[in-house]
């Protein structure tokens, strides 16, 4: 069995006097598919950010791929930050660009690769996300919303991010839309080996994952496959089990 | 190294991936003397999208023998590039469709000016006073500074520039014609316009297109309230009656510089200065300036509403539309005020 990627030992996240995070520990395994959920203002954000080095910890350790992060040189953390793909909740492009020019940028900008593998590579992404060749000349303001996502992930997974880091990414999609890119998601766990981490308030979404941790009071409560989430002895994630769209969820597996 | 012969067999090995792109690339491209049999990936760790690119690439001829499932995933995966459908560049043809485009804008304009007119003049009742004086604080009174500003910088330049002209022919006394004149009737209702269009213009295209991508027009309408008459009636109405007066106000401004100026390089004392002030600048002269005014509030309020309404479901295409609005006021100030210089000139004015 594969390793941990990265693993969060009593972290603590403060905001001046506020305190998110009091010791907050979860472990994320290499090419799996993983999910933080929590309830509005638990600290998901918050826990993103650190994650992708944005916000430092007010205490505890991070490793990444077993390395204790406070420990490395400049440079060792900007090779970290490479090999991180982000998507953020409103999707991660710039917008005077077109959506093949944004794959095109971001691997120009990470790598000296070579115009030519830039763009095939910006094809053949494009095509791993299941989107028409068209895509390549539009910009991201003439997609629709699912179409957006997609070409969001493509950009994300433009230079074969070793994790990729989803914020609410089925937000404000239509079912259908949502629960394709779920499907996507998880294909591309499969068929690629990336590490995918989702924030996620879409209760359909959890049914894909492989591992969920839940966020409450600043604590993970719950670090386990989806199926035992009803078993877990815990107010927040009893009431959130015994959400209607919960039981239908399960009803329905 | 990447990569390696023995026996007429090439082993791969190591993280074929984006960082080492360039490394494996470079040992791919020497390896072309050498000849093998097959490719052997057994010690190949890792595979990403930019390995398989080169091995799909540089090895596509050879059979590769003993790649983990894993890896062979990602060899499928990045094999087949795609082509891009043909990007449509008929110079010819786009410049037909610009033109066309402009076209169409322009009956739209057209259109939605007449719609702006009746839809506003029958709901009328629908004008609140609230949303005047809104107006008269954000356009009116907030440009008062830069105008003040400019406009006695401009009667300070010209008066300043011409005065060692006329005194070499001694008219001093003529600085007054020419500046008074050339300000009320020419460069104040320019200066005023040209300022007006770039604040306000571009402030009610962002206001408009803002309430359009957040919807709130939609909302007034299942209301049954025009936004016509609510929202662009009062900004049309305060440009109207707004504009003269500011056109006055810099003429004076402008004026007092150059009294300023004249009394210390031409030596014209102030009273000296009204005095022919009184006797040549006429009502007439006053008018031809002012007059302007309401014609380039309209114009200066159509543009920038037109192209707040014009917005479309996305807020990107806010920044785009503020820029139009501001370039196509300014130059919808110049070219009446050209057209106002040909019929004044054709009357006789
Ligand atoms: N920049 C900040 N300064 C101060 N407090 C902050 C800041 N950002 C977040 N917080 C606080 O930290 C707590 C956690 O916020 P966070 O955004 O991480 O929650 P979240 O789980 O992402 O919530 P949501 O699901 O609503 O996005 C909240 O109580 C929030 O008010
Ligand atoms: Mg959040």
Redesign the pocket.
Known sequence: MAGYIIQVKDLV?K??Q?V?HRGLNLGIKEGELYAIV????????????TLLLLKKADGGKILFKGKDISNLSEKEIEDIKKRIGVMF?FSTMLSSLTVGQNIIYVIKKRYSIDYKTALDMAKLKLKLVGLSMDTFYMYPSELSGGMKKKAALAVAMSTDPDILFL??PTSGLDPISAEEFDKLVRTLVDTTGTTIVQ?T?DLGSLMFVDTVAV?SKGLVVYEGNPQDLTNVNDDWIQSLTNTTRFRRLLDGK | MFLYIENNVLYLKGYWTVENFKDIKKQLTDLKNNSFDYVDASQLEKLDFYGGYLINQYLKDFDIKNIQDKNMEILRLSKDIPNLPPKKSNIFLELIEGFYQKLTDYVAFVSFTGEVLINSLRRVKDLEARNLFKELEETALKSLGIITVLSFLIGVVIAYQSSAMLATFGANIFIVDLVSISLARELSPLIVGIIVAGRSASSFTAEIGLMKVSEEIDFLKTLGISPYSTIVLPKLLTLIVWLPILITYSTILGILGAMIVSDITLGIPPNQFFQRLAETLSFDHYLAGVVKGPVFGIAIGLIGVYEGFKVQQKAESIGFSVTKSVVRGIFAIILIDAIFSVIYRWLDI
């Open positions: 996240s905001y001046g506020k998110v929590g309830g509005s203002g638990a600290g998901k954000s918050t826990l993103l950010k909740q914020d609410e924030i308030h966020i």
